[in-house]
């Protein structure tokens, strides 16, 4: 065969190739996908094709495999039978007049009632929130369930594990969830699962991706949620993982990186659907579904006590638990939205909602940390600031060398959210995360307090100082918007 001819061959072929990967790309990729995701996947795709597509196949699908789905049916349905507490929810003074519509919001999400009688303590002392965690583990009679993203025992978490341990020997049955790809990542993983397993402990990872197993999905579709329940009479959620605050990793260390984290702690009817997130989790990881098992609740109300409701949130669910309920209440307050989030990359419709808030006369400030940890991230986030400047956004800027990493924010003095969920992409439509929407004054000006502290560490991001960044810098700010909307 003439060697001209099939070098010809070979280029028509190429290029037939290429146009049908464009044509099968502008029919599949913008199904039941956002415009910004589906133009991201589309330049991808266009400007470097056979890699574009390859990505496409690996990761552009965040459904969970058909036998988790369906086993979400089942836990959905066991989720919105929990209702303890609902009937002691108090609608007196000051209940927003549009609180009501939230709480539906969620609930048709496939979330718990919202439910009063709730007593909450914020603790942002990073040692101190892992000791009070330690402490309830040594007072358990019955159960400790453990749930957290990153797990790992090192010399700052070996009491709350030698706690655990002593708990299995004093009888308590001691059941445990860490993700895998996470708690892999760090430097003691192994001694970790050893330790775990000659204690006697209960264990599993979450969303394993151990293809050899039978176990395999998107390997970025990760359980990013913090749990610890203890005897169904006390709970904690919130923003840390179970780890040195430095993370123990090589470049943390050596910038001197600390996490900065919030934690709250809960008594009363709202442990119990915290407890059903983690039964959940357990059934989708062992097929075991366990019994549920809540303290007696005492006829005694204190004025103080908060109405809660949990929003678990994920690739699971039909809709964008989290991202609905944090839209409906920046549309909903009229005073003041305080936002914490320590990866803050907005879709469009909340880069849309927060402006608009602003439009509206709403004051509202951002706290995200001075430096970054991860790097596409801290670039996609910068990328905002100039939008949100000039749209009147106070922007406070966390200073080193610690990293804000707890995710709550506030909407005037009624309300407020605390859980695992940062606000961006990811945790939208990518992470099973849980939050909790806490409506008390006590609460909310506890959670104020925090706000100011933060505050008082913080340095004000202005327009003029924002606009003074080098060119090189707003390149790379754009670039890692572009490659964070590939989800």
């Known amino acids: 065969m003439d060697a001209g001819f099939l070098s010809t061959a070979i280029v028509v072929v190429a290029l037939l190739v290429d146009f049908i990967i464009r044509v099968v790309a502008i029919i599949v990729v913008p199904r039941n996908r956002k415009p910004t995701s589906a133009t991201a996947w589309l330049l991808a795709i266009f ?6 597509v390859l990505f496409f196949l690996l990761i552009g699908s965040y459904k969970l495999p058909k036998k988790r789905r369906d086993k979400q049916i089942e836990i959905n349905n066991f989720i919105i039978e929990s209702t303890e507490g609902i009937e002691r929810v108090r609608r007196d003074h000051p209940w927003p007049p549009w609180l009501e519509s939230v709480v539906q919001l969620n609930r048709n999400l496939g979330a718990m009632p919202l ?20 402490a309830e583990i040594d007072a358990a009679r019955k159960y400790v369930h453990v749930e957290f993203y990153i797990l790992s025992l090192d010399d700052t978490t070996a009491p709350f594990f030698d706690a655990l341990a002593d708990a299995v020997k004093r009888g308590v049955t001691v059941r445990v969830l860490l993700d895998h790809i996470a ?12 330790r775990l397993t000659e204690m006697g402990a209960r264990w599993q990872l979450m969303l ?11 390997p970025d579709l990760r359980n990013h949620r913090k749990l610890l329940i203890v005897d169904g009479r006390v709970a904690f959620m919130g923003s840390q993982n179970i780890i ?19 934690i709250v702690r809960l008594e009363g009817p709202i442990v119990a659907g915290l407890n059903a997130i983690f039964i959940t989790d357990w059934y989708s990881e062992t097929d075991e579904l366990l019994r549920r098992e809540t303290e007696p609740i005492t006829d005694d109300i204190d004025p103080e ?87 009147g956004v ?28 940062n606000m961006d992409m990811r945790s939208f439509q990518l992470n099973m995360e849980v939050s909790l929407m806490v409506r008390g004054r006590s609460f909310v000006d506890e959670m104020r307090a925090v706000e100011d502290g933060y505050r008082r560490d913080s340095r004000e991001l202005t327009l003029d100082e ?22």
């Open 183 to 194: 708690s892999l990542r760090t430097r003691d993983y192994k001694r970790t699962i050893k």
């Open 115 to 134: 439910v009063g009688g709730n007593r909450a303590t914020l603790n942002g002392d990073y040692a101190g929130s892992l000791a009070a965690m330690t």
């Open 208 to 218: 394993p991706v151990q293809p050899l197993k039978g176990k395999y999905q998107r």
């Open 305 to 391: 006590e908060l109405d809660a409701q949990v929003v678990p949130s994920g690739p699971g669910f039909a809709g964008e638990n989290n991202l609905r309920l944090f839209l409906a209440l920046l549309y909903y307050a009229q005073e003041r939205i305080v936002i914490t989030s320590p990866y803050f990359v907005p879709d469009e419709s909340m880069l849309t909602a927060i402006t608009t808030a602003t439009q509206r006369g709403i004051a509202v400030d951002l706290f995200v940390s001075e430096i970054g940890d991860q790097a596409l991230v801290y670039h996609a986030q910068r990328s905002y600031y100039e939008a949100l400047l000039r749209a």
């Open 47 to 52: 400007l470097i094709p056979y890699i574009g």
């Open 466 to 487: 924002w606009m003074k960044q080098p060119l090189r810098s707003t390149v790379l700010d754009n670039l890692a918007r572009l490659t964070s909307a590939l989800q």
């Open 394 to 421: 106070r922007i406070w800027m966390y200073k080193a060398p610690y990293i804000l990493h707890a995710k709550h924010f506030t909407i005037d003095d009624d309300v407020a959210v605390i859980g695992s969920s």
């Open 244 to 262: 040195d605050r430095s993370y123990n990793k090589r470049s943390n260390l050596r910038r001197g990186l600390k996490w900065k984290e919030l």
